[in-house]
């Protein structure tokens, strides 16, 4: 069984469309996050939810809104989508907490491509 | 500001030996993570340093110097299949990860 699995796995769209990620995890951790990472390979926090609750919101444009109706499950949402937004999304789960208890769990990336 | 510095690329021999440094800045500081990320997959973590000093794990080993900023991933026995990126990770003292942009590494036979 995938532990962290996001979908879809590839997303082709037109710029200003609406489209959304879904992602879940059966490792029962506590903490959930989106990761942006672009063509130059920096991996870029967005958002990180814990216990459906929201603790990390970087700087990201507002078209994008995440939202965690347990703590399994953490989906983002993409409104007006540009160009730019094209990159490969991971969701990633974590026990949580401080130190090595930190240890990320990835799911297998979405790759979103908007013309 | 905080930043972490790694090559961007580094070539090696299959059998042979490699060390891949990572230079951080940080506010604060919680820990060293190295993760490895083949094309087109999801990173899988591979060591975290905490304390200074090498952590060793089979064909990998991870050194970490708190005083000088300083890690790095030591991998020996060199196999094709370690042909990927890995990216070097620290985090503050919020908990959260400052990411470097990762070094790919390539292995010729």
């Known amino acids: 069984d995938t532990a962290v699995s996001q979908t879809p796995k590839y997303l082709v769209t037109q710029m200003g469309n609406d489209k959304s990620i879904k992602c879940e995890q059966n490792?029962?951790?506590?903490?959930m996050y989106w990761y942006k990472q672009d063509s130059k390979k920096f991996l870029k926090i967005m958002f990180s939810y814990n216990n459906k609750e929201l603790i990390i919101n970087e700087t990201v444009p507002n078209r994008f809104s995440p939202k965690s109706p347990d703590k399994a499950h953490l989906n983002l949402h993409i409104n007006s989508l540009e160009l730019g937004d094209s990159a490969v999304y991971f969701c990633a789960s974590s026990q949580g907490g401080g130190s090595g208890a930190n240890v990320l769990t990835f799911g297998a990336g979405s790759r979103l491509t908007v013309l | 500001g905080q930043n972490i510095d790694q090559p961007t690329e580094m070539t090696a021999t299959e059998g042979a030996i490699v060390q891949i440094n990572c230079t951080y800045q940080?506010?604060?500081?919680?820990?060293l993570f190295w993760y490895q990320q083949h094309a087109g997959e999801a990173p899988t973590f591979l060591s975290y340093n905490v304390l200074d000093g090498l952590e060793e794990k089979g064909r990998f080993s991870s050194f970490l110097s708190r005083s000088k900023g300083y890690s790095y991933l030591l991998l020996k026995e060199l196999q094709m299949k370690d042909s990927a990126s890995y990216l070097c990770?620290?985090?503050?003292?919020?908990?959260?990860?400052?990411w470097g942009a990762g070094t790919k590494l390539i292995i010729k036979p």
């Open positions: 940080t506010s604060g500081f919680n820990g």
């Open positions: 490792l029962g951790h506590d903490t």
């Open positions: 990770a620290a985090m503050d003292s919020n908990y959260q990860l400052i």
